[in-house]
């Protein structure tokens, strides 16, 4: 909740004023300090530069994530409902946590109640939710990511992999864009018609036949991470996860 509030804000003024990109960095990095102050750290590092290092990264990274994949009517809001719901899961029966699966259950019914407005079957989307929306989106998700793993001793490679398997999709789609960006010389914060959602498009898929096919890949992606905590066998979700 702290983190959220400044990044809000933050995502509003470059909604109407377009900040600089260092400018909203500054404020992710703010906001990730706010969220590693009040005791969110990465516990299953015992140095503690590197451990307050991963958990800038994970907290800037997703949030820049998700900012960048709000790029087609109802895709950013449908992977992050379904992350949640799987964040809501492991906090009610691996990790408890009252208050992790309260804060998940809180950000998927917001992001369903936003979908009706965003994603119309037959009009174009009545409201946006611009980067005020998807950089707090982003870094929710993050912040539970955070809680539901990688905060807790002792912790398996497979509740270690929960995370990145849910949120599997905006890390690799931003991981392409900026590959690709970066070898075309291209600027990584200008936009473009380069992500996965538009590539799927270009293979002849709608819009939002893209966005209910990224959801469902999400969601196996999901159910897979609950599987290997289920197996608890270490090479087998070692080898899983490379698969994936």
Known sequence: RRGCLPLFV?????????????????????????????????????????????GLVWLIGMTNAFNLLDNMDGLAATLATVSCLFFAIDAYAVHTSAMSAVLALAVCFACLGFLPYNLRLSRPAAVFMGDSGSQVLGFALAALGLASSWTVAGSTVATLLLPVLVLAIPILDTTLVTLVRLFEGRPITQGGRDHTSHRLVYQGLSDKRAVVLLGGVSAALGLTSLAYQGLDDTPITLAGALLT
Not at 23 to 38: E, R, S
Request: charged share 15%; aromatic share 2%; net charge negative.
């Open 10 to 54: 933050a995502g509003l003024l470059d909604d109407v004023y377009h900040l600089r990109p260092l400018t909203k960095i500054g404020a992710q990095v703010a906001a990730a300090a706010l969220v590693l102050a009040a005791g969110e750290r990465v516990e299953i590092v015992s140095n503690p530069v590197a451990a307050t290092a991963i």
